[in-house]
């Protein structure tokens, strides 16, 4: 990005997470950016429609090689955010089904964690985070080209998480108990039964918060320095000494 | 960032800036970070109560060198807008007199465009933004701290601009104008007198896109192509065929 500092967080996913800085929606995303300003930049890799399979090949080419990254900023965390498009009914050309998503999910972490993986980035930590439920009373018209529960795909993220060791959002969770385990209640937190609305991406990003305060405690934003100091630390006679760039401990 | 796709539009400034991603107020950084999704990363490099004295070897550490260019994604728009704290009366160790705030922004702008420069850019274009007027009835506790009618400082802008030839977001007369060139009526744009609140950074926004639709329509976001394609285009048995990057044109 022709800038050599700063770090980043990066949010990869589908409309859930390309919505995310929408106008008026309190996305996620954009507070997330707004609660780590000069701290790590926040990066919208959120791609309206895509499932995993989709997926995979476009993060092949926007992630880093580790040729690339030596001369690059760090994602010192990657929010892998995948489901409510792969759960489409099999007619739909989305429709990946559980047992691919799994593997394809899989197949993402690894591209990551795995030494042998020519984008292995042994600073960047992991989060995947599940589908939240969908509310087919709101979705009745379309109720046909998606499968309502979810929980399938939603438990499948939690399996991988644990098994891969990562951290883990389960959105699908906290947003069924938010809604009283009543499906029609889902509707104060989806605007049309899928996508969030501003309730529900504040439950979305207090999700993000306590999980890496939970699994990555080193990456909450209260822990990190801004990399240039406030203005109150600048000594008007030492400019150039007192802006400094701090370097950002890896732990 | 550890990826090597996508370019930029980089926000330079102080508070204005930073300030443009905070939640609920409409911000103009997360805006134009969603109007630019999937086609330039709209990054945020606003520093609160910086002036243009301090802003400068801040911006010597994070812009790339040309050397560190050749490695990283391109910022196609460098957006600096200062003006607020530089104009602070004498007694603030904020301020800048107006001579030596002309003298910053031209060596801003020579940093990027010189060809002699270490930071030459030759794709990165620019854009000056004027500082906002001040309403010094919102800000009467505050009176003797900053110089009220800052149109000096505005004025300068504007003329570095022409001088320079890069774009010029004149944000101190539309919101003077929107006020209907009454001081108290500025209160409908500035929260505190001096801060832009949602109606004000809807006006910063409206006027960053007609600043670039008039000086660089080249990166008017309805001109860019997204660099991945939309899921509608992809083919289900050829998919890493159909999701290839695009290389955004360079004009």
């Known amino acids: ?24 929606m309190n996305g996620f995303g954009a507070n997330l950016a707004h609660r780590y300003a000069r701290k790590l930049d926040v990066i919208n890799r ?25 001369d690059l900023q760090i994602v010192r965390l990657l929010i ?4 409510a ?16 998503f799994a593997t394809n999910l899989k197949y993402l972490v690894n591209l990551v964690q795995s ?16 589908p939240p439920p969908v509310n087919t009373y709101q979705r009745k018209a379309n109720l046909d080209a998606r499968d309502p529960p979810l929980l399938d795909y939603a438990q499948t993220v939690k399996d991988i998480a644990q098994e891969e060791e990562v951290g883990i ?21 989806l605007y049309d039964g899928l996508h969030l609305n501003g309730a529900g991406y504040q439950l979305m990003y207090d999700a993000v918060l ?18 240039f100091p406030g203005w109150g630390m600048i000594d008007p006679n030492n400019v150039v000494a007192s802006v400094q760039k701090r370097e950002q401990r890896l732990v």
């Open 80 to 83: 892998i955010w995948f489901g």
């Open 115 to 130: 030494p042998e993986s020519q984008y292995y980035s042994p600073n960047t930590r992991i989060i995947l985070a599940t």
């Open 210 to 227: 306590e999980t890496i305060e939970k699994t990555y405690p080193e990456l909450h934003p209260d822990r990190l320095e801004m990399v």
């Open 1 to 24: 990005m022709s800038a050599n500092v700063q770090n980043s967080i990066m949010l990869f996913g589908d409309s859930l997470t390309q919505g995310g800085w929408e106008p008026g």
């Open 85 to 100: 498009n792969d759960s489409c009914l099999v007619q739909s050309p989305q429709h990946v089904p559980l047992a691919k």
């Open 169 to 189: 959002i389960d959105i699908w969770t906290k947003m069924w108990d938010a809604a009283g385990h009543d499906e029609q209640s889902l509707s104060d937190y």
């Open 46 to 70: 959120g791609f309206s429609g895509y499932n995993t399979e989709w997926g995979i090949p476009v993060f092949e080419q926007f992630f880093a090689t580790r040729e690339q990254q030596k």
